[in-house]
């Protein structure tokens, strides 16, 4: 018999899922915790319901949250992920052999344990020596590293219940403390097509404490939509006058040069909100 997982992405809107076995369901002290071996897209995870990663698809998002501001930030050395306790963001920052330092702060212990057991591919970068992870609240460790990172990357659930205030002022203002003078950070930023009003309030709010923010794009067939959208802040860098590819290349599946420049295109709806 067939065993099909559904994810209520929108009100009278479902992604289906087809999976050979159940792996792990827990309730650990911050959220419902299920890993699934689907039969189409390896192994898959869900927090309270909500897909957070495939094996297969994970690399657009987990790439497209990380390059983007390591190759326009001028000289990365010091990266925070919070939250990301797959791993998958870890393991493309530290792709690139001048980072000295990345930091994860995932206030789940258990995710970081889930992918260690059923995510080998996300998880690898663990054992990294220029890897440190903290199991604990990101407020509180953004609170104690000030002026300490040139990118804080935002790897969080949608902004449903908890994770909301990570979506906030008061949360923006502890990254911009936390940032060096040409600091910039990313967030993922849900979708357009969906999440309109989001998308233009959370840039408003960003907008009041970064000089520079954009929206870019990418592709992620599991997320409702299939487009998802990311929010960068930086405080003095320009992801399309100032990236500079001569760091060096990296091996990616989706990220190049061109993806690059295209994904900061925007379409009109968003365009005209935030104008
Ligand atoms: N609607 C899905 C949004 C999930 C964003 N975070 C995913 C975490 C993967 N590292």
């Not at 326009?72 to 998958?88: E, S």
């Not at 906030?168 to 940032?179: A, Q, T, V």
């Not at 930023?189 to 009003?197: G, H, M, Q, R």
């Not at 930086?234 to 992801?239: A, D, G, L």
């Amino acid at each position: 018999m067939e065993k099909w997982f559904f994810e209520v992405q929108e009100p009278g809107v479902k992604l289906g899922l087809e999976y050979e076995e159940k792996l792990l369901d827990i309730q650990t002290k911050y959220q419902k915790l299920e890993v699934y071996k689907t039969k189409r897209l390896g192994n898959l995870m869900v927090l309270d319901g909500c897909i957070m990663t495939t094996e297969k698809d994970e690399f657009f998002y987990h790439e497209m949250l990380s390059h983007p501001s390591i190759y326009t930030h001028k000289d990365p050395k010091k990266v925070l992920i919070i939250g990301g306790g797959d791993g998958g963001t870890l393991r493309e920052v530290l792709k690139h052999s001048f980072i000295q330092e990345a930091h994860l702060c995932e206030i789940d212990g258990e995710v970081i344990e889930a992918a260690k057991k059923f995510f080998p591919t996300l998880s690898e970068s663990f054992k990294d020596p220029r890897a440190k992870i903290f199991v604990e609240d990101g407020f509180a460790f953004l609170d104690r590293s000030k002026n300490y990172y040139d990118i804080i990357l935002v790897d969080a659930t949608d902004p449903i219940g908890e994770a909301a205030k990570l979506y906030e002022s008061d949360f923006f203002l502890k990254i911009y403390n936390s940032l060096k003078d040409d600091g910039i950070f990313t967030i993922q930023a849900e979708n357009f097509f969906y999440k309109l009003n989001f998308m233009a309030d959370l840039y408003k709010t960003v907008k009041k404490l970064f000089p520079n923010v954009y929206f870019y794009f990418s592709p992620v067939i599991t997320y409702p939509s299939g487009t998802w959208a990311f929010l960068m802040g930086s405080k003095k860098y320009n992801p399309i006058k100032d990236v500079n590819f001569s760091k060096g290349d990296i091996s990616t599946k989706y990220y190049n040069r061109n993806i690059h420049y295209g994904s900061f295109s925007l379409p009109q709806m968003l365009k005209s909100m935030i104008k």
